[in-house]
């Protein structure tokens, strides 16, 4: 197992060699995510190291894109999204300029880092600026199906990553990806919190009580749209996110969802910004371990 942003770099490592438009900008985290070898040295030519200045780094990117290079920019989600907002709205999303945004250590699990690295809206605040692809990955395939699509066709995009090792999910390769369970109410979450719910998935079917999974990557409109017009006997969507309450998967999905298909939601509380500790015990003390998310979705089956 290993962390999604080293899958990231990994991935884009085999695709510089082949592209010389291709930059990685760092904000003085990428021992984190493996920019550097054993040495400290980056392991990407075209790199630039702009330190914590997250709003310098952005504002590089943008010259960079606007040159016509391709940048991708690795920061913590927390400190990506909030403290270079302003930037990504005027220098990226509204100029459309093809900046890949990588923010790791998103969501609850900061380690002992606590609340300032915990990063629970970041997907709001991308999504209220608009004009920015969002991503939740939650396995390599998941990353080789994103870095494949913004090396391709680059744009505007933010991948948030969670800081926990990660294996793979047990779903096939896909833009939406299931575990082949039809029926009314669907379970579909997307990141790291898939990891949460192929847990609770497993306990279900174990109970005698399978539900239909499915996992998105992408966390855009249309693509919600289109698989929810694919499911004709659709009644209620349980939402599972490693994200707050507000603008989301779950906030993405009810602003689509037709008259007659309920969305429940079950993420971090609204009003709580992170804290201290393992996320096991976090997400016990929140309602989001195993036990707690198969008797609440049972409840929502009902």
Request: proline share 5%; with cysteine.
């Amino acid at each position: 197992m290993k962390r999604l942003a080293i899958s990231i770099v990994d991935a884009l490592r085999r695709r510089a060699e082949r592209s010389d438009r291709l930059w990685v900008l760092d904000g003085d985290l990428g021992d984190s995510y493996g920019l550097y070898d054993a040495l400290g040295r980056p392991v990407f030519s075209r790199f630039v190291q702009a330190g914590i200045a997250e709003q310098a780094l952005i504002g590089v990117a943008a010259g960079l894109a606007a040159s016509g290079q391709w940048p991708w920019v690795f920061s913590f989600s927390a400190f990506l999204c909030h403290r270079a907002a302003d930037q990504i709205r005027t220098c990226v999303a509204s100029q459309g300029l093809p900046v890949v945004m990588i923010g790791s250590h998103a969501g609850a699990a900061s380690g002992t880092n606590g609340a300032s690295h915990a990063s629970l809206s970041d997907l709001g605040v991308l999504a209220s600026i608009g004009g920015v692809d969002l991503w939740a990955p939650a396995d390599a395939a998941d990353i080789e199906l994103i870095v494949g699509s913004l090396v391709d066709s680059p744009r505007p995009a933010y991948v948030r990553t969670s800081r926990e090792p990660v294996g793979d999910l047990r779903l096939p390769a896909g833009v939406v990806r299931g575990n082949g369970v039809v029926g009314e109410t669907v379970l579909l979450s997307c990141g790291y919190a898939s990891h949460w719910a192929q847990e609770a998935e497993q306990a279900l079917t174990a109970d005698g009580v399978p539900i239909p999974w499915r996992h998105i990557a992408h966390v855009c409109e249309a693509v919600l749209a289109q698989w929810i017009a694919s499911q004709p006997r659709l009644q209620g969507i349980v939402v599972l996110e490693d994200h707050g309450p507000a603008g989301g998967l779950a906030d993405t999905v009810r602003r689509i969802a037709p008259p007659g298909v309920t969305v429940r939601a079950l993420s971090w509380p609204s009003g709580w910004y992170g804290e201290s500790g393992a996320i096991a015990d976090l997400r016990r003390a929140h309602g989001l371990d195993t036990g707690a998310l198969v008797r609440r979705i049972k409840e929502y089956m009902t």
